[in-house]
């Protein structure tokens, strides 16, 4: 079972650079979400998709953009990439509403700017 | 002031000793907590999740929450060297779709 796949694993890109982090779930769940994982900040919500064609802010925004391509996949774009963008990026999918109904997610991607 | 503050670790114990991880809330109305573990390298997975006050327990790991001291805890009996992770509090308000993680506790368990 694949759960949630991000794509790619790692990357390093150059300041100013663009770049889309893919993530898929075969899990046919509602919910999307993209978190970034710092050191001693722990796991912030950057974006998150409640559903097919919606989209919303999370914590942390600015600098990023999202799209719900469809119920299995949602990206990740950075326009132009800054070292303050260094971090490691989740993605995460959630199912039907209910309090048991964990947050699933990928492996990560570590993405290094220079 | 942060909505889940979490010890950061790292945490080293003696394999088969008892692991208590802690986390504090700011906020009364919160209800829904989770812990999610994460090994090295890996995405955080659900471990347990409690709702309101009391206690939970799964096998070797029991979950407590006091809502008098807004206080959540995690508790690991006979640890094992497979238990070494970093440990993630979360809590998710009523209804919402949305969680808040604390900063995590990495935990190593050494033979």
């Known amino acids: 079972n694949a759960g949630v796949t991000q794509t790619p694993k790692f990357q390093v890109l150059k300041t100013g650079q663009s770049m889309t982090l893919q993530c898929a779930q075969d899990?046919?769940?509602?919910?999307m979400y993209w978190y970034r994982q710092d050191p001693g900040m722990g796991l912030r919500l950057i974006y998150y998709?409640?559903?097919?064609?919606?989209?919303d802010k999370g914590e942390v925004p600015n600098g990023y953009n999202v799209s719900r391509l469809n119920k299995r996949e949602f990206s990740l774009r950075l326009e132009s990439a800054a070292p303050s963008q260094t971090s490691v990026y989740f993605c995460?999918?959630?199912?039907?509403?209910?309090?048991?109904?964990?947050?699933?997610f990928g492996d990560g991607t570590r993405l290094s700017i220079l | 002031q942060k909505e889940v503050e979490q010890d950061p670790g790292p945490l080293s114990v003696p394999e088969g000793a008892i692991v208590s991880l802690n986390c504090t809330y700011s906020?009364?109305?919160?209800?829904?907590f989770m812990w999610y573990r994460q090994y090295s390298r890996k995405g955080p997975e659900l471990l347990m999740y409690?709702?309101?006050?009391g206690n939970k327990e799964d096998g070797r790991f029991t979950a407590q929450v006091d809502k008098s001291s807004k206080y959540i805890s995690l508790f690991i009996r006979d640890s094992q060297p497979s238990d070494s992770a970093t440990y993630l509090c979360?809590?998710?308000?009523?209804?919402?779709?949305?969680?808040?993680f604390g900063t995590g506790t990495q935990l190593k368990v050494e033979l």
């Open positions: 995460a999918s959630r199912g039907r509403q209910g309090v048991g109904q964990p947050q699933h």
């Open positions: 899990m046919n769940h509602n919910s």
């Open positions: 998709s409640a559903s097919e064609g919606t989209t």
């Open positions: 906020n009364s109305a919160f209800q829904y």
């Open positions: 409690t709702y309101s006050s």
């Open positions: 979360a809590h998710r308000p009523g209804g919402g779709n949305k969680l808040t």
